[in-house]
């Protein structure tokens, strides 16, 4: 099990990060949530099995069309056996 916290820098609000976000950790199995910050900045935490949760991770350095991605921070955290994937 694996839990990543990532924090998405860019023009990553109002080009459906959220959403693209919670149907790709729906079709892999991962758990956890994304929200939109106040600074312009995306934040999700994903926990799963290590290759799924690698796959979103993955996913947020590009994000969806119209996205345009210049940083992605990420921290390794324990998991908290999250169920479901929620858009907070």
């Known amino acids: 099990m694996r839990r990543a916290r990532v924090v998405v820098h860019g023009l990553v609000q109002g080009v459906y990060f959220r959403d693209a976000t919670r149907r790709l950790a729906l079709r892999h199995g991962v758990s956890g949530w ?31 069309r119209g996205a345009a991605v210049e940083r992605v921070d990420v921290h390794e955290e324990l998991p908290e056996g999250l169920r479901g994937f929620a858009v907070r």
Do not use: I, K, M
Request: charged content about 30%; aromatic content about 10%.
């Open 34 to 64: 994304v929200r939109n910050n106040w600074d312009g900045t995306v934040e999700a935490v994903f926990e799963g099995e290590p290759e799924a949760v690698a796959r979103l991770v993955d996913f947020c350095h590009r994000g969806p």
